[in-house]
């Protein structure tokens, strides 16, 4: 079956603009992960959904980031007023259950030019 | 808070040569711990994992063992091969439901015939 696919896989965008990212989880799975990848860095956990309870925001940086589920499909990751710090690789996940291993996406490289 | 640090890389060895790579944590309660690889161009895929202290997680020819005592999960191969070069990535979950995880900064390895 299909793996955990995200859309765009690169963006550049210029300073100050929004953006949208997307990912498709894999079919059947109720957890599903959005994390960050700098250059250079490890991964840092932005937000998580599961099902439909209250996702846990914890990780995301600033109130410019947002992120939405519809049920246990496609989730969107926004960042407003985008900066130049904001470049990274997004990379989302998606599980069974929280206690499930993860599946990882290709990722979308957001370059803030 | 939980947190995951491995050894600076890039770590450079020959064929057939041993690899340990260090990876230290800190956590509350009983994380379970993960090694994540990513291959050059490709997603980030679970390499192996251990889930209570004393378990030893295996793949691939590479294992890891879980010591509580000493809060480490180093991962360790007999004899690595070119195509092991990748980063590879050390990681927690922790106690809480979220079953976020928790990344290291990552480790380049590079394997030369």
């Known amino acids: 079956g299909a793996g955990v696919s995200q859309s765009p896989s690169n963006k550049v965008t210029e300073k100050g603009k929004d953006v949208e990212l997307r990912c498709d989880p894999i079919?059947?799975?109720?957890?599903l992960y959005w994390y960050r990848q700098r250059l250079g860095q490890g991964l840092e956990f932005l937000i998580y959904?599961?099902?439909?309870?209250?996702?846990?925001k914890s990780g995301l940086p600033s109130d410019r980031f947002s992120a939405e589920r519809t049920g246990e499909s496609v989730s969107t990751l926004t960042i407003q007023r985008t900066q130049q710090e904001d470049s990274a690789v997004y990379l989302c996940?998606?599980?069974?259950?929280?206690?499930?291993?993860?599946?990882f996406g290709p990722g979308t490289r957001l370059t803030v030019t | 808070g939980d947190s995951v640090t491995q050894m600076e890389g890039p770590v450079t060895l020959s064929e057939e040569a041993f690899l340990t790579i260090n990876c230290t944590y800190t956590?509350?309660?009983?994380?379970?711990l993960f090694w994540y690889v990513q291959y050059p161009g490709e997603g980030l895929q679970l390499l192996l994992k251990?889930?209570?202290?004393?378990d030893k997680g295996s793949n691939k020819g590479f294992e890891a063992t879980y010591r509580k005592e000493t809060t480490s999960f180093h991962l360790e191969k007999g004899s690595v091969q070119v195509s092991d070069s990748a980063v590879y990535f050390c990681?927690?979950?922790?106690?809480?439901?979220?079953?976020?995880?928790?990344f290291g900064q990552g480790t380049t390895l590079q394997v030369k015939p």
């Open positions: 251990a889930t209570k202290a004393d």
């Open positions: 990681a927690l979950r922790g106690s809480s439901n979220t079953g976020k995880l928790i």
């Open positions: 956590a509350t309660g009983y994380p379970s």
């Open positions: 996940a998606s599980s069974l259950d929280a206690r499930s291993e993860q599946y």
């Open positions: 079919s059947g799975h109720t957890a």
């Open positions: 959904f599961q099902g439909n309870s209250a996702p846990d």
